[in-house]
Every structure is written in C-alpha cells, then in structure tokens.
C-alpha cells in the first residue's frame, strides 16, 4: 500500500490570541501584515478589514512611535465598532518597552505583541528593556510572539558561537560553516529568549517563536532544529520572500514542506507586493498552502487541466475561471447557508482524454469537448455520469447544476453529512 509521506503534527503549547488559538491541536492560523502608516487609521482600518475578509485571522501592525501607538487604539475601536474581531499583532523594535510602558491603552489594543530580541536594545540595557515588554505581556495576559531574524541577530550570542566555532579546529574537529552557525544562533536566541520571558513570569502558553530566514533551506533546518528543541507554538514565515511568482515558490516550498512534517502553527507569506498591488495576495497564498496540503478548506477548488493542442479554443479555461470565480464571491453567504462547502471539489476539463475521469474524481464535474469532438459535454456527479450539456449555453448550465449540487448536499439542515470543519 502506497504510504502518504506526512509526519504527525509537533505537539505545541495552545496559545491564546484574543478569539484565535494557535498551537496545540488548533487548525493552522493564516497571518498577515499591513505596510500602512499605523498613525493613519483610515488607511491602516481599510487594509485590516480587507485582509480579514480575504482570510487573515491574525493581522499585525507596525507600532513604531507614539503616533502609531495612538493609531493602534483608535484602530481596535474602529474594528470593534465595526464587528471586526479581528486579533491585532503589534509589532515593536527599538523602542517597544518606552510604547508599552507608557501606553497602557495601546497595552490592553493588542492581543499579541512581537518582540525581536535582536531589536529590543544594546549591551546592559538590552535584557530590561526585554523585561519591561515582557512584564507588560504578563499584566495583561497577552500573547508575545519571540521573533528573531537573520537580518537582526543577536549579535553578542553570534560572536560566542563564531568563538565556540573557531575552538573546534583547536580541539581537532570540523568547524561548522559559517551559515551552521547563523542558524544555530537564530535557534539558540528564540530558546534562550523564551527562556527568560518565562524566567519574569510569561506561561508557555502565551508564547510564540519564529526564526525567520530569507532561504528555503535554512528556513527547513532552522524549524525543524527549534520543533526537536521546545514545545513552543511556532510561526511560519520565510522574510524577504520576494516578489510574485518567485516569493510565492519560495514561501510554497519553505512553509509546505516545513507543515507536511507537522512542523507549524500560524503563517505569514512575507510577499513585496507590486507597487499598488493587492495586499490580500499573502493571504490568499497561505490559505493555497493550507489547503493544498489538505490542512484546511477554505473554499470549494476547481481542479482544470491546462489545455493543449487539443482545446483550440479559450471556452474551458473561461468557464474554469468564471465557476471559480462565482464560487469565491459566493462563499461569504455560502458558508453561513452551506456548513462544509468550502471542501467541495469542482472540475473543468478541457477533452475526453482526462476529462471523465477527472470529473469522476471530483464532486461534480465537467468534461469539455476538445477539438474535433462532438459538441457535447458530459457532466458527472458524485462519480457518475448525471447529464449531458451541449449548445451555447453550457456555462450558465453547469453553474445551476453546481448551484444545485450545494443546495442538495450543504443545506443547514442537514449538517456535516460530508462535511468537515476545517
Ligand atoms: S484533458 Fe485533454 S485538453 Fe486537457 S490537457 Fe489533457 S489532453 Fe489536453
């Protein structure tokens, strides 16, 4: 029998973030983050709400100056005036113990503060200002994620261990290179500084790290060494992605194989938009991962074949887009009508060479006709042949009988006959 390669999930404390779980048995949380200036509520409001709607169950701001510290305020007003209970992730770096200290709205605003311990100060100053924004986490029980980067390491922890390093030529063993190291100081200061939050009063319960790299391959060590060494709640993200279809690859491979070995509570696709370009694409990109890896539904997919000599014309791909389309603009009604829609599985098929067994595997299915055969279009549900459409008016057609498909199967009153809340 053919073995799916996927391991168990890594056992992981569950932590509360406002009403979000993250960790422990809690489906993978989809995070993202906003580039507007938190001081401008409007802008920061609009692009919150969109990325929530899109899917982002956890959206974290810049809180860099006083400004943004009274925009957070105002924005968790406007959200909470609005219905949104979206969670808010502050996120802090030089000066986020002076903010916090002397906010205590801006405290009590957010659910989750992240603290970069390569950022939080220098020299003797560096472990109170730690303590100061931990305290805080603590007085208001909220949730802190450790966030430490390549591009801010911990510098004296990366100067002991080039040190330690340099001692194993001395003592007749092999060096580790020099990005073994890098790697190696990412992980040691995630642990050693979730080690001292714990130390002033934070529960394992309330923290969160990630260990963020801008390569597929060290992102896969650098987890998979911090997953073997604590059970802390683990946040995804490779940083500096990139633009478009190369950091969309990237985060795909880094994240997904990461999630296939059980390895992952909540991630971000840290994607450079295009210049005006639509924030809500590294929302939509976590939720592909999840779903693609069979960790979540989202909503309902539409498997198309991608064409070939045989279908001459566009009229497949159309209808594969304009099916996929309706099903995504429909689900904010749909999933409130039709518990377990999102897991239905759509397909367009473009000839008879895959296009009925295609359709057989999916819950209702289409297979097109390519060119040269006869103009009709057999339509397959649940496995079987159910009908068959031919004219010009296929489109709308098969869109009522997906319509009427979910009717049938999803209605409410009839719950989780085949569905599974993701
Ligand atoms: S199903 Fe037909 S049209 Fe689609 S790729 Fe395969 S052979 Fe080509």
Not at 16 to 30: F, L
Not at 33 to 50: G, L
Not at 242 to 247: D, E, F, L, R, V
Request: overall charge negative.
């Amino acid at each position: 029998m053919v073995q799916l390669i996927k391991n168990q999930r890594h056992k992981t404390h569950a932590v509360k973030v406002r009403n979000v779980t993250i960790g422990g048995d809690a489906p993978v949380v989809v995070q993202s983050m906003t580039n507007t200036d938190t001081a401008d509520i409007e802008k920061t409001f609009e692009q919150v709400r969109d990325l929530h709607l899109a899917g982002s169950e956890i959206v974290r701001v810049t809180v860099n100056n006083e400004d943004a510290a009274k925009g957070v305020i105002a924005l968790r007003e406007r959200l909470d005036a609005e219905g949104l209970d979206v969670p808010l992730a502050g996120c802090f770096h030089y000066n986020g113990h002076t903010l916090l200290n002397e906010n205590a709205e801006l405290c009590q605003a957010l659910d989750k503060y992240r603290i970069n311990p390569g950022n939080v100060g220098f020299g003797a100053k560096r472990d109170k200002q730690f303590e100061m924004m931990i305290e805080k986490a603590v007085e208001y029980n909220k949730a802190v994620r450790i966030g430490v980067n390549w591009g801010s390491l911990d510098q004296e922890l990366a100067t002991k261990l080039m040190d330690e390093n340099a001692q194993r030529s001395n003592n007749g063993e092999e060096p580790w290179s020099a990005d073994a190291v890098m790697r190696e100081t990412l992980v040691q200061s995630a642990i050693i500084s979730a080690s001292k939050a714990e130390a002033i009063g934070l529960r394992p319960d309330q923290i969160i790290l990630s260990a963020k790299v801008s390569r597929v391959q060290d992102l896969i060590a650098v987890y998979t060494s911090l997953a073997e060494r604590s059970h802390y709640a683990l946040h995804l993200g490779l940083t500096e992605a990139g633009m478009a279809s190369k950091g969309i690859v990237a985060t795909a491979l880094g994240e997904g194989i990461l999630l296939n070995q059980g390895i992952g509570d909540t991630i971000r696709a840290s994607l450079t938009p295009e210049p005006g370009g639509d924030r809500t694409l590294e929302v939509r990109v976590c939720k592909e991962i999840l779903q693609s890896l069979g960790l979540r539904d989202f909503s309902p997919e539409v498997a198309a074949c991608p064409g070939c000599g045989r279908t001459t014309s566009t009229f497949f791909q159309e209808l594969a887009q304009d099916i996929q389309h309706h099903l995504d603009q429909s689900m904010l009604v749909w999933k409130k009508e039709y518990p377990g829609v999102e897991t239905l599985k759509v397909a367009v098929m473009g000839c008879i060479v895959n296009g009925p067994g295609e359709s057989k595997h999916a819950d209702i299915g289409i297979s097109l006709p390519g060119t040269g055969e006869s103009p009709a279009a057999p339509v397959f549900i649940d496995g079987k042949k159910a009908c068959t459409l031919r004219g010009d008016n296929i489109a709308n057609e098969f869109q009522m009988l997906v319509e009427d498909y979910i009717r049938n199967r999803f209605t409410s009153d009839q719950p989780g006959e085949k569905a599974q809340a993701s």
